[in-house]
Structure formats: C-alpha cells, structure tokens
Nanobody
C-alpha cells in the first residue's frame, strides 16, 4: 500500500524558509513521477513542481528561483525547499505520486502560513 506523509509545515515570517518533507512507503520516490501541489484558501489545487523518474524537475513560474524539489532515495523522502516565502504562498501543500496505470496517490497535506 502506497502512503505519502507530509510534515514540516507551520507559520513563517515573510522572506523566511521552510523545508517540508514527504515520506513515502510502499513505493519509491525515484521510480515514478512525483510532485508538489498546493491549495490556497478558496482556490483549487495547483501544481507547484513535478519531477520525472529521471530526475528532471519543472516548476510553476511563480516559484522559480525560490522553491527547489528534491528526492532522497536512501530515506525514500521528497523535500520542497522553500525560500523567500511570500504571504501569497500560504496554502496547504501536498506531495503526489503519479503513475499512468495506477493513478495518483496523495499525502494528507501540510499547512504553510506566511505572516508577520
């Protein structure tokens, strides 16, 4: 059974960093397409970053240069390194594993709030 568990969210001041991890079990983070999504209050879920099994990552334009998605195969964990956070980055962040034949698996989400 595939499970994804995020943690590491919380309250951060504008300009501050966060590094929420996503721990995977029942599947490896390096074998499938994995990604990070977010859902802001009153809005739909949107893609933030997506990494192929080969390690190529694409980012949505408004996080370029500020967010970095990485995978740690030894711990079977993903991280979303977030720098220079802005109030508009406030959202629930979800990690995702995608497979064409198996569908999507989601973590439960972790709340990130950016406020002074």
């Amino acid at each position: 059974q595939v499970q994804l568990v995020e943690s590491g969210g919380g309250l951060v001041h504008p300009g501050g960093p966060l590094l929420p991890p996503c721990a995977a079990s029942g599947s490896t983070v390096t074998t499938y397409v994995v990604g990070w999504y977010r859902q802001a209050p009153g809005k739909g879920r949107e893609l933030v970053a997506s990494t192929t099994s080969g390690g190529r990552t694409q980012y949505v334009e408004y996080v370029l240069g500020r967010f970095t998605s990485s995978r740690a195969s030894a711990k079977n964990t993903m991280h979303l390194q977030m720098k220079t956070l802005k109030p508009e980055d406030k959202a629930v962040y979800f990690c995702n594993r995608h497979c064409v034949t198996e569908g999507d698996y989601w973590g439960q989400g972790t709340q990130v709030t950016v406020s002074s």
